[in-house]
């Protein structure tokens, strides 16, 4: 079985300039969530979805970042304009279903530089 | 939700068991307890998951004594390859992965 699925893996832009993730889960699974990892610090939550509807966004800086899971499945992330505060590193995961009792299964990550 | 703490760090040498104690005083009654392992670029895997006393499976045991309040992680006869850094998670989907507790494993 394929596991969740991000691209880039990296990506290195300059300050000001709009950058895109994008992660495709694991088949069937109707929960994604997107998350920020900095450097020596576990995962905070951005955003999670619910099939295509963002059920929670409330850790989601609304006037940079923007986020959309088209027809339920893929989802893109999006940050406009980039600030060097940015770089990190994004992670995907997907779970069956919503609930602690879900195990989230993890992207690999898109390492973000902002120069 | 339930807010952990847990060792930053933790050395050991292969071959030795390794336990990782989580506490959380302030957990909820329908709270599990869910510990991941997080090896360098890559994202979080889920290890185990308990509610009480004692649950194991191929890869730990993971220990919760009655009054809940703190957990212990067990990884039995490590080997170079668990180096990582291990999560204690508490809660629901909002799940806080904290700093987390890097377990460094020497030959």
């Known amino acids: 079985e394929a596991g969740v699925v991000q691209s880039p893996r990296y990506k290195i832009i300059e300050k000001k300039q709009p950058v895109a993730f994008w992660c495709n889960p694991i088949s069937g699974h109707n929960t994604l969530y997107w998350y920020l990892q900095n450097l020596g610090q576990g995962p905070e939550l951005l955003i999670r979805?619910?099939?295509?509807?963002?059920?929670?966004d409330s850790q989601l800086p609304k006037d940079r970042f923007s986020a959309e899971r088209l027809k339920g499945v893929d989802s893109t992330l999006k940050i406009q304009p980039a600030e060097l505060g940015d770089s990190a590193v994004y992670l995907c995961a997907s779970s069956l279903d919503q609930g602690q009792y879900n195990e989230q299964f993890f992207g690999p990550g898109t390492r973000l530089t902002v120069l | 939700l339930a807010k952990t703490t847990q060792p930053i760090s933790m050395d050991s040498y292969e071959g030795q068991e390794v336990n990782i104690t989580c506490s959380h005083n302030?957990?909820?009654?329908?709270?599990?307890i869910t510990w991941y392992q997080q090896f360098p670029s890559q994202g979080p895997r889920f290890i185990i998951q308990g509610y009480k006393t004692k649950v194991t499976n191929e890869v730990a045991s993971l220990f919760i004594p009655a009054d809940r309040k703190s957990s212990t992680l067990s990884l039995p006869r490590v080997s170079l390859s668990d180096t990582a850094v291990y999560y204690c998670?508490?809660?629901?989907?909002?799940?806080?992965f904290g700093a987390g507790t890097t377990v460094t494993v020497r030959a």
């Open positions: 302030n957990i909820a009654t329908n709270d599990y």
């Open positions: 979805y619910e099939n295509e509807e963002a059920v929670d």
């Open positions: 998670l508490v809660g629901d989907y909002k799940l806080s």
